[in-house]
Nanobody, 125 residues
Framework: QVQLVESGGGLVQAGGSLRLSCAAS????????MGWFRQAPGKEREFVAA????????YYADSVKGRFTISRDNAKNTVYLQMNSLKPEDTAVYYC??????????????????WGQGTQVTVSS
């Protein structure tokens, strides 16, 4: 089992940047595919990005491709989401996710077994 704690959310103007972090507990972080999802008010949770166990492969939703970058540091048990060129429609609660059996490519469809508590990102116009 893994516990996930997100940080780095906040209020930013459109066009600005934020970096989210997700710290994971345990000694087997490198065995988990990691991802980020988000949920805007009144909408369903949606996939944002995922990264393979080694960090060698990344996957993105079309809506964030070219603007967001997911990365991980297995030595620090941490996954990051660098968000650039933010838009008001990026406003949502962002959740970190982890799964040992799902690939990065599949996480957008299959979801994940473990979730963080979420961090709010608000982009003002």
């Amino acid at each position: 089992q893994v516990q996930l704690v997100e940080s780095g959310g906040g209020l930013v103007q459109a066009g600005g940047s934020l970096r989210l972090s997700c710290a994971a507990s345990g000694r087997t972080f490198s065995s988990y595919t990691m991802g980020w999802f988000r949920q805007a008010p009144g909408k369903e949770r949606e996939f944002v990005a995922a990264i393979s166990r080694s960090g060698g492969s990344t996957y993105y939703a079309d809506s964030v491709k070219g603007r967001f970058t997911i990365s991980r540091d297995n030595a620090k048990n941490t996954v990051y989401l660098q968000m650039n060129s933010l838009k008001p429609e990026d406003t949502a609660v962002y959740y970190c996710a982890a799964d040992q059996r799902t690939t990065g490519q599949a996480m957008g469809v299959m979801g994940a077994s473990y979730w963080g508590q979420g961090t709010q990102v608000t982009v003002s116009s």
